[in-house]
């Protein structure tokens, strides 16, 4: 039997869309979605973002 939804994961839009999990202090960001085919969606691991991020000298970026 199928479990689990039918519906894709990822719709056009999405791109750049944080993946935010539950986690023991409360959310979590845990990824940014980055593309998508049919059931499949793809995203990147925020640590590996934020070592982009800190390869570039942006390290010390906060949300405003």
């Not at 199928?2 to 202090?25: E, F, K, L, R």
């Amino acid at each position: 039997g199928m479990t689990g939804s039918v519906a894709p994961p990822v719709h056009p839009g999405d791109s750049g869309a944080w993946v935010i999990q539950d986690g023991p202090a409360g959310p979590r960001w845990c990824a940014m979605v980055v593309g998508g085919s049919g059931p499949i969606g793809y995203a990147v691991f925020a640590e590996n973002i934020m070592d982009w991020l800190k390869s570039k000298k942006y390290g010390s970026l906060s949300v405003a």
